[in-house]
């Protein structure tokens, strides 16, 4: 939806450059972060609305041993806490806070911030969505590769022309792992063998013949 | 950012029902659409935005052999033809639809339609947040009772106390498939263990005891 914030004429950015809350922003504290503290987390009972001053936020989302970046807070980027993200400083920043209620009945009597607001929560989707895709689809090939070069690593047999690996799971195994389907398995296979990056022996080991081309594809 | 919406006065399902484009709808077009009809793609050119009259629409993304459904459209939803995303109509649907720069426009005169947009846009990120965790957190619990299930299925061998695999690969190995850690891999395995749904056999068997429990992880 970028395209419908052009005719903002509210500029967020330099209204937070200046030394006090003024216009939309009266009212908002100023508080300063060093780099690294997390600022806000999906369980918090806080709900505030920030405009970041300076420096560089990010918006991550937190597994048990895994963090996945969604986005990047910038000065003039307007955001809450009130996400099921956590938020942490990168840098030193100062944001300009205020807690989300009393900014709603300003909002309601003055909505000139909404565009920007709309403009920070599309691209937070759009980088929602690219992350479900990497996450769903195109990870998939990297998985694999990992997977077959960590095999060839710690159970590989040196050959000729590159390293044999005993592989007893079927394609179907293989794809309920990935959260993928033995078909992308099989063609992402197919693929490789026709590239020469590998070649089956057998029903149950694979040759692995470019192993700098399976590396490339982990990344 | 829902909570910033509730002030909003404009009731975008109440305007939608018309049987005239009225108000922010002046200028709107209505489309009938059939159920199951693509009505946009990532890659179109169009770039429309629209408000549900009737009906319901599913947004979705979609890999080579999978879909994932991300959210659900319906009555006074306001969104957008230019997302990375599908957009299908579940039900016979009525749309009212115009072109995105002349509603920039009318948006920067009346922008009393932005805080619905920020709504819908924030259950977007919201759906979509949770669809990340899943994928890359939640799943993995499913992905691996599943895998060890189809194990069984097709090569187990029946024991006593339920069905034995053999299962050559190391918890290293699972997890680079899964897109997780060896750690995670390890503690799921053990705590499996300690409720007494599986049990490993020496280092290259697993017996399944409890397969209705896996089977329940797997949804």
């Not at 030193?92 to 309601?108: G, H, I, N, P, S």
């Amino acid at each position: 939806m970028a395209t419908t914030c052009k005719q903002s004429t509210l500029d967020l950015a330099a209204l937070a450059r200046n030394d006090r809350p003024e216009g939309l922003l009266e009212g908002f504290v100023l508080r300063e972060l060093p780099g690294g503290q997390l600022f806000s987390t999906p369980g918090s009972h806080r709900d505030e609305v920030f405009v970041v001053r300076s420096g560089k936020l990010r918006v991550y989302l937190a597994g048990e041993n895994r963090e996945l970046s969604l986005s990047f807070l910038e000065p003039g980027d307007i955001f809450t806490t009130h996400t099921p993200t956590y938020i942490e400083t990168v840098t030193l920043a100062e944001l300009w806070v205020m807690d989300t209620e009393t900014f709603a009945y300003r909002l309601a009597r003055d909505p000139s911030a909404t565009p920007e607001m709309m403009r920070v929560l599309g691209r937070m989707l759009n980088d929602a969505v690219y992350l479900i895709e990497d996450l769903a689809f195109r990870e998939v090939p990297a998985r694999l590769a990992r997977f077959l070069l960590g095999l060839a690593e710690r159970r590989g047999k040196s050959h000729t022309n590159g390293w044999l690996i005993a592989l007893d799971l079927g394609t179907e195994d293989i794809a309920s792992l990935l959260g993928s389907t033995r078909q992308t398995v099989s063609s992402l296979i197919n693929q490789w063998e026709r590239s020469g990056i590998l070649q089956r022996q057998g029903r149950h080991s694979v040759l692995l013949i470019k192993c700098d081309i399976l590396a490339s594809l982990c990344q």
